[in-house]
Structures are given as structure tokens and as C-alpha cells.
Antibody
Framework: EVQLVQSGAEVKKPGESLKISCKGSGYSFSSYWIGWVRQMPGKGLEWMGIIYPHDSDTRYSPSFQGQVTISADKSIGTAYLQWNSLKASDTAMYYC?????????????WGQGTLVTVSS | EIVMTQSPATLSVSPGERATLSCRASQSVSSNLAWYQQKPGQAPRLLIYGASTRATGIPARFSGSGSGTEFTLTISSLQSEDFAVYYCQQYNDWPPEWTFGQGTKVEIK
């Protein structure tokens, strides 16, 4: 069974750094692109970027380029989303999700979400 | 960036009735269009990909159509579990700047 299990909720202060994780199981982690989606409170879904764990090829939405870092460790089947300096506007639910097949694909499996709260 | 516009924002439907949701792209996305369902407190679930192919385990009452810039998701006979928010997403370009629509909330009439 394909599963994506994300790390737990985080409460941080503005300016702090953060790295959240997404562990895949039940499939060949290296062989599927995996991405991140933001959902701000009460709002819609925003596509942030994707990574191919096999070679760490990473693509970002222009809206998130330079704001976050997506990475993956294929040896432990885990993808990451990282901030160097959080802002209050980063408060959101963050989902990881796997691309269904190849590079032009929707997300077929999703993690349960990680709630990030940034508040002074 | 391709802008995806969904309409209506909210759709009030009685159980057993048909629901028709629309999604329009600001430029052609061919058939590289997916629909997702999201219920409160849950992650989104893939319903339709390739504009018209149901994902694994999705009931036949869900159908998708369209290509290019105009797409439709139809729920033929709404069940209680179908009341949720629905998002379309294009995945047409590379390098990817894939985008979601703003969502349509299907609520009980």
C-alpha cells in the first residue's frame, strides 16, 4: 500500500528555520516525482514544487522559488520542505503528494498534511 | 502562469441531483487536467486525470470532460459523501508551473 506520512504539527516564531518531512512507503520512492502543496487557512490549494528523488531534479513554482527549499533523501525514502526564515504568512497546512506517473501527471497519493503555525 | 478559473464558487444541490462544475484555463492545457475532492480536515483526493479518466476506486457517478481550455466535472447523482470542495489542476507545461483553480464548494441545498 502506497503511503506518505508527514511529520507533525509545528509552532514557530518569525525568523526561525524549519524543515518538515514526508516519508514514502509501499512503492519505489526514487522513481516517482514528489511535490508539495500549500493550503493557507480557509483557502485553496497552491502548487509549490516537485522533486525527483532519483537525481534530486527539483522544480519550483515561481511563487515559491527562493522562499523554500525542497529536497529528498532517497536512501531513507523521505522528502523535505525547508524554510530558512519563517514569516507569519507561512502559516498554512502543507501537503506532500506523489505524481501519478512520469513528469506530466497529477498527484495520486497525498500525505496527511503538516500544519505550520508561525506566530510571535 | 496559466490561470485556472472555476465556476461557480458555491453550488447548492439536493441529494440525488446532478452537479456540474466548470473549470476554464487561461490558455490551452490540452487534456492535462485533473480534478480533486477535498473534505474538511482531509487531504485532497484525486478523482479524474487526463480530463476524463477516473482514478482508481472512484465511483462511476463522477465523470470529466473537455479539452483545451474548457473542462467539466459532472456528478450524476449526488450522494451525502460528495458534499465537499472540488479543485481542478492543470499539469500541462514544463518546466512545471502547475496551477490549481480556486475551488468549487458543493453544499447541500
Amino acid at each position: 500500500e502506497v503511503q506518505l506520512v508527514q511529520s507533525g504539527a509545528e509552532v514557530k516564531k518569525p525568523g526561525e528555520s524549519l524543515k518538515i518531512s514526508c516519508k514514502g512507503s509501499g512503492y519505489s520512492f526514487s522513481s516517482y516525482w514528489i511535490g508539495w502543496v500549500r493550503q493557507m487557512p480557509g483557502k485553496g490549494l497552491e502548487w509549490m514544487g516537485i522533486i525527483y528523488p532519483h537525481d534530486s531534479d527539483t522544480r519550483y513554482s515561481p511563487s515559491f522559488q527562493g522562499q523554500v527549499t525542497i529536497s529528498a533523501d532517497k536512501s531513507i525514502g523521505t522528502a523535505y520542505l525547508q524554510w530558512n526564515s519563517l514569516k507569519a504568512s507561512d502559516t498554512a497546512m502543507y501537503y506532500c503528494a506523489r505524481l501519478y506517473s512520469g513528469s506530466y501527471s497529477p498527484f495520486d497519493y497525498w500525505g496527511q498534511g503538516t500544519l505550520v503555525t508561525v506566530s510571535s | 502562469e496559466i490561470v485556472m478559473t472555476q465556476s461557480p464558487a458555491t453550488l447548492s444541490v439536493s441529494p440525488g441531483e446532478r452537479a456540474t462544475l466548470s473549470c476554464r484555463a487561461s490558455q490551452s492545457v490540452s487534456s492535462n487536467l485533473a480534478w480533486y475532492q477535498q473534505k474538511p480536515g482531509q487531504a485532497p483526493r484525486l478523482l479524474i486525470y487526463g480530463a476524463s479518466t477516473r482514478a482508481t476506486g472512484i465511483p462511476a457517478r463522477f465523470s470529466g470532460s473537455g479539452s483545451g481550455t474548457e473542462f467539466t466535472l459532472t456528478i450524476s447523482s449526488l450522494q451525502s459523501e460528495d458534499f465537499a470542495v472540488y479543485y481542478c489542476q492543470q499539469y500541462n507545461d514544463w518546466p512545471p508551473e502547475w496551477t490549481f483553480g480556486q475551488g468549487t464548494k458543493v453544499e447541500i441545498k
